[in-house]
């Protein structure tokens, strides 16, 4: 079957990071932010944390935005919920700090436009931990819209995350796609490449490789971007 799309994850895929620099860096400007509302700035970050174990461990039946902050409600009360808008503001406006924490490739872009320009689909997939606005912030980052991509995958509208196959399944219905027509693109080797179980192409980048299991990686096509587009071409045409 021909290659129609292809998916990309965003944090350490189109946008360069050490995951960990940027947590701690985005966690700070946030207690920045928020804290000053009341929040203990450890029992605030502590509760983000549990929030977003809560949403990867969603089962599809409401959306990630939806199990988040019923989990913040439960940690802070009902009325914590009343400071949904702070966060939401802290995302469109200081979040654009944490730019700072971040590297920048521009490869990435280039490889998104040179596949739209060939006519193939391409899809933020990204996980769906952060609101919109927050994805939106970092894709710009990287010289990119949600604009360029068919879809754009965020806590709003998702109801499953990575490395569920739910995850990769709501992508798939949502754009009336089949698995054999995707090509995933990510750098973690358990998050991203788990996309091959249900029968999509995988191409694991490792520039910001994470592979938290010490897996073995010979199974996967992998490199850089340079070796990304020429597996894409290789493939695109059915040429698996």
Known sequence: MKL?????????TLLPMDQDQFVKGYFGLLTQKIAPRGYDPKQLIDAVWVGTAAMVK???SQTNEAVFWQKFAQLFGQEALADKPLFDSFYAGEFQAARAFCGHNPQAADAVRAMRGAGSRVVLATNPIFPAAGTRVRLGWTGL???????????????WCKPSLGYYREILDTLGLTPEECLMVGNDAEEDMVARELGMEVFLLTDCLINREGRDLSPYPRGGFGDLMAYWTKIREGGR
């Open 58 to 60: 969603n089962d599809g």
């Open 4 to 12: 129609t799309t292809v998916l990309f994850d965003l944090d350490g």
């Open 145 to 159: 819209s949600p604009e360029d991509f068919a879809l754009c995958t965020t806590y709003e509208t998702s109801h």
